[in-house]
C-alpha cells in the first residue's frame, strides 16, 4: 500500500477547502444522502416530513374538494374558494422559483467538486486513487440525478403555471358571474316593487270604485227583474207550452214527410230503371249490396253472345248527375265495394257498334254491421286480418299459406310470421281496390299494388273483412293527404 504523508494530506485539504468558495448557499443544513437503487441507479432516500403536507398537495387536495362540492356551492363561495387557490398558486410559484436557485447552487458545487477530486486523482496512486475515482463517477451520477430532478421540475413549474392561469381565468369568471346575479337579483327586486307598488295602486282605486259599481249592479238587476215581470204577464205559462207542443209536432211531421219523400223518389227511380231494364237484353243477377257479386246475364236467348261483347262498369250518383268508371272493371262480374254504396252501378255493354246499357234497381247497399265494426278497428293502431296470397305481379302464387296483412295509420304490411313480403307507407302510386274478376272469391278478394312492380290479389277470410281493410285503409290514406 502507498502511504500519503502528512504534509500532502494537509495540502489536498487545504485546496479542498478552497475549492469550494463561500459563494455558494446551502438550501439545507445537510447533504442529501443516496443509495444504488436497481440497475445500480443512484436514488436519493427520501425524508420523512415532520412539517406535514407541501403546499402543492394542499391546492391539489384543496382543487379536488372543491370539484366535488361546486354543486353545493354558491356563486359567492366559488369565486372566494377560486381566490385561496390563485393565492396558493402564487406561493407555489414563488417556492419552485426557490427550487431553481438551490438546483442551480447544485450544478455549481457538483462542478466545483468534481474538478477538485480530479485534481486530487492526479496527486493519488493505488487504493486511495480508486476511491478518488469513485468519487468521481459518483459526483456524475449525482449531475446526472440532478438533471433529471430539473426536468421534473421544469414540467412541474408549467404545470403549476397552467393551473394559476386556469384559477385565475376561473376566479374572474366567478365574479363576472356574481356581479351579474347581482344585476338580475337587483332588476327583480325593482320590477318585483313595481308590481306590489301597481297591485297598491289598483287597490287603492278599487275602494273608491267599489261603492259606485256596486249601486251600478243593483239598480241594472232591479231593472232586469222588472224586464222579466213584464214578460211573464204578457206570455202565460199556458199559451207558451202549447206553442212549443205545437213547434215540435210540426218538427216531427217535416222529418217524416222528407224521409217519406226521399223514400219515394228512391222508388220512383227504381220504378224507372226497371222500366228501362224491362225493355233492355241483359239484367244483372245477384243481391245489390256489399259482400255480394252482380254478374250480368242475358234475358232471353235472341240477346247476342256476351263473350263477344266489350263491358266497362260505372258508378253513378243517384240524381244521375255524376258517372265515374271504374278501373278495371270489363267483365261479366263486379264485386261491389265500400265506395259503391249509395251509389247506382251501371255497366255499358258494346255489341256490333250498339251500345246497351245496363242499372241496377237501386243504390248499393251496405252490409249489416260494417260500420260499427270498422268503427271499432279504427280505435287501434293498426288492423291485422288473416289472408292468401291468390297471385303476385298477375301470376298464381303457388303457396296458399296464411299470411298478415297488417294496414297501419303510416303503412300497410304482409308478412307471414317474422318474414315480411312488403311494408309500404301510403303513397299516390299505391292502390287498393276490390278484384275487378268474375271468380267466385272475388268479394272475398282485393287488389294491391305496393308500389310499380309489385302487386298482390288477397283473399281474405270474410267479404266483412275485406271491405274493412278498404275502408281502414283509405281512411289513413286520406288522413295522411293520400288519394
Not at 22 to 34: G, I, L, R, T
Not at 300 to 314: E, F, G, N, R
Amino acid at each position: 500500500m502507498t502511504k500519503i504523508s502528512p504534509e500532502i494530506e494537509e495540502d489536498v485539504q487545504a485546496e479542498s477547502l478552497l475549492s469550494v468558495s463561500a459563494d455558494v448557499s446551502f438550501s439545507s443544513n445537510c447533504f442529501p444522502k443516496y443509495k444504488l437503487g436497481p440497475e445500480n441507479q443512484i436514488v436519493e432516500e427520501s425524508k420523512e416530513d415532520s412539517k406535514g403536507l407541501s403546499l402543492k398537495e394542499v391546492v391539489e387536495k384543496e382543487t379536488v374538494q372543491l370539484s366535488e362540492q361546486h354543486k353545493r356551492l354558491s356563486v359567492r363561495d366559488l369565486a372566494s374558494k377560486f381566490d385561496k387557490n390563485l393565492t396558493a398558486a402564487a406561493k407555489l410559484a414563488d417556492e419552485a422559483k426557490l427550487r431553481d436557485v438551490a438546483s442551480l447552487e447544485g450544478h455549481v458545487l457538483l462542478k466545483k467538486l468534481r474538478d477538485a477530486l480530479e485534481a486530487l486523482r492526479g496527486r493519488m496512486a493505488g487504493r486511495t486513487k480508486e476511491d478518488v475515482e469513485k468519487a468521481i463517477s459518483l459526483v456524475e451520477a449525482l449531475a446526472v440525478k440532478l438533471t433529471q430532478n430539473e426536468g421534473e421540475l421544469i414540467q412541474e413549474k408549467f404545470e403549476v403555471k397552467k393551473l394559476a392561469n386556469f384559477l385565475k381565468q376561473a376566479s374572474e369568471d366567478a365574479k363576472k358571474l356574481v356581479n351579474q346575479e347581482k344585476s338580475f337579483a337587483c332588476a327583480e327586486i325593482e320590477s318585483a316593487r313595481a308590481v306590489v307598488q301597481r297591485f297598491g295602486e289598483a287597490l287603492e282605486e278599487e275602494e273608491k270604485n267599489s261603492p259606485k259599481s256596486k249601486t251600478q249592479d243593483v239598480e241594472r238587476l232591479v231593472d232586469e227583474i222588472q224586464e222579466a215581470r213584464r214578460i211573464k204577464r204578457l206570455h202565460q205559462p199556458s199559451k207558451v207550452m202549447d206553442m212549443e207542443h205545437e213547434l215540435l209536432a210540426l218538427r216531427t211531421q217535416i222529418r217524416e214527410k222528407s224521409v217519406l219523400s226521399l223514400k219515394i223518389q228512391k222508388e220512383l227511380a227504381m220504378n224507372k230503371r226497371a222500366e228501362e231494364n224491362k225493355s233492355c237484353l241483359y239484367v244483372f243477377d245477384g243481391s245489390e249490396a256489399l259482400g255480394s257479386h252482380l254478374r250480368i246475364r242475358p234475358r232471353s236467348d235472341t240477346a247476342p253472345s256476351l263473350s263477344k261483347c266489350s263491358i266497362q262498369w260505372y258508378r253513378v250518383s243517384l240524381d244521375g248527375s255524376q258517372k265515374e268508371i271504374i278501373s278495371g272493371a270489363s267483365k261479366l262480374a263486379y264485386a261491389p265495394e265500400p265506395l259503391d254504396v249509395g251509389r247506382v252501378l251501371q255497366a255499358d255493354i258494346l255489341s256490333n257498334g250498339q251500345k246497351i246499357t245496363v242499372t241496377s234497381a237501386g243504390p248499393i247497399e251496405s252490409a249489416a254491421g260494417l260500420g260499427s265494426y270498422v268503427e271499432t278497428l279504427l280505435r287501434k293502431s293498426s288492423s291485422e286480418f288473416n289472408v292468401v296470397i291468390s297471385q303476385m305481379n298477375g301470376q298464381d302464387y303457388s303457396s296458399h299459406s296464411n299470411h298478415c296483412f297488417n294496414v297501419g295509420k303510416l303503412r300497410i304490411k304482409l308478412c307471414r310470421g317474422w318474414i315480411t313480403k312488403s311494408r309500404e307507407i301510403y303513397h299516390t302510386s299505391m292502390q287498393l281496390c276490390g278484384v275487378r274478376g268474375d271468380g267466385n272469391a272475388a268479394a272475398k278478394s282485393l287488389f294491391w299494388q305496393a308500389r310499380k312492380g309489385l302487386s298482390y290479389v288477397l283473399t281474405f277470410e270474410s267479404e266483412k273483412e275485406r271491405n274493412a281493410a278498404i275502408m281502414i285503409a283509405r281512411k289513413h290514406a286520406l288522413d295522411c293527404n293520400n288519394c
